[in-house]
Each structure stands twice: as C-alpha cells, then as structure tokens.
Nanobody, 124 residues
Framework: QLQASGGGLVQAGDSLRLSCQAS??????????LGWFRQAPGKKREFVAT????????YYADTVKGRFTISRDNAKNTGYLQMNNLKPEDTAVYYC?????????????????WGQGTQVTVSS
C-alpha cells in the first residue's frame, strides 16, 4: 500500500514536499523503485521523477529538472518529492508509484503499485 501526502494550495514560487509512505508485506525486505507522476485535469498522467532502490540514480522530466528533487529513506519506507519554485503549470494530482527492481522506471506501465494521489494547486 502506498500513501501520498503533503499536497496543498500554494502561490507561484513557493515550495512543497510530498511524501509517499509504503507499507505492507509487498514492500518489506524487497528492493523497489519509486516514481512520482502527476495528472492535470483533462490531461494524461505524466512522469515527474523516479529513484532507484539505493537512491543512487534519479531521473526527472525536463519540465521539473532543477526545481524538484526526489529522495527516499528506506529505513522509513518513505519517498519524498521536494518541489521548489512551483509554477501554476505544476498544478495537478500527484501520485507516487512503486515496483520491484533495482533500476529506475519512468512510464506508467512500469509500475504496479500506486498511491491515491495528493492535490497540488499553484496559484499565480
């Protein structure tokens, strides 16, 4: 089970940190990659960022590179997405996702486990 949290209403230029808590036997003692995706109204779900199990490799969408940082704390089974310098076009429901593996993955089809989503709204 994945639980995303940390969304909210902010102004352009503000920051938010999203969290993704993984729980249950699916994730215990197993190596898994984490990903963040987002979906704006009327648009397809799009990739935002991903991180390997070790945290040593990360990959970002061009639209967020330099502003967002993905990280994880495996001791807490938690992933994070630090979002800085937010823009109105970042407004979306943000989803965390997980899959077993030691690499990173950046398509929705790669992931089998999804959180419920957390709303991020950025006003201009």
């Amino acid at each position: 089970q994945l639980q995303a949290s940390g969304g909210g209403l902010v102004q352009a230029g503000d920051s938010l940190r999203l969290s993704c808590q993984a729980s249950g036997t699916t994730f215990s003692r197993r190596q898994y990659a984490l990903g963040w995706f987002r979906q704006a109204p009327g648009k397809k779900r799009e990739f935002v960022a991903t991180i390997t199990w070790s945290g040593g490799l990360v990959y970002y969408a061009d639209t967020v590179k330099g502003r967002f940082t993905i990280s994880r704390d495996n001791a807490k089974n938690t992933g994070y997405l630090q979002m800085n310098n937010l823009k109105p076009e970042d407004t979306a429901v943000y989803y965390c996702a997980a899959r077993q593996g030691t690499s990173y993955y950046y398509t929705t089809d790669d992931y089998g486990y999804w959180g419920q989503g957390t709303q991020v709204t950025v006003s201009s």
